[in-house]
């Protein structure tokens, strides 16, 4: 008989195999979230640093060329000379390799002159991805 006790103790129950399953579950559901909501923090630290890099390509386009680039013109003046008046005369560039993209892959917008006196804006739609919502991710150039 002990033999046979033996044997079924070194095997699981359906019922251990259960509980284990529930308790890794309730585990995952704690942590997830936690997990999750970090991701979110470096999607917004890493779309700051972006617009960071991109206004200081700004200020040294300012510094060739003694101005920003309009809005019209964009971004798009930072890895190309402008074609639309006004038409820097000491563009050095480019200022970048490409136009980069926030970390959920959106454009960023840009506006020159900004409309509270600001030199440039630098606007991610932010992990809604839709613009003029609160968590918009602004960068304001002076």
């Keep these: ?3 046979v006790n033996r044997k079924l103790r070194k095997a699981f129950t359906l019922l251990e195999i259960l509980i284990v ?3 890794i579950g309730l585990i995952a559901a ?6 999750l909501q970090r991701g979110e923090e470096a999607k917004i630290q890493t779309t700051k640093v972006q617009e960071k890099q991109i206004a200081q390509a700004l ?7 003694g101005m920003y680039p309009t809005t019209e ?7 190309e000379k402008p074609t639309e ?8 560039g480019p200022y970048l390799d490409e136009i980069p993209k926030d970390a959920w892959g959106n454009n960023f917008t840009y506006i020159s002159p900004g409309p509270n006196g600001e030199a440039f804006i630098i606007i991610s739609p932010g992990p809604d991805q ?3 919502t ?6 304001k150039g002076k």
């Design 1 to 3: 008989m002990k033999r």
């Design 21 to 23: 399953l529930l308790i």
């Design 134 to 139: 609160k968590d918009d991710i602004i960068y």
């Design 73 to 79: 013109q964009g971004l798009k003046a930072l890895v």
């Design 130 to 132: 839709v613009l003029n």
């Design 85 to 92: 008046e006004p038409i820097p005369k000491n563009y050095k």
């Design 59 to 65: 200020k040294l386009y300012k510094l060739d060329t």
């Design 30 to 35: 704690l942590v997830a979230p936690k997990i």
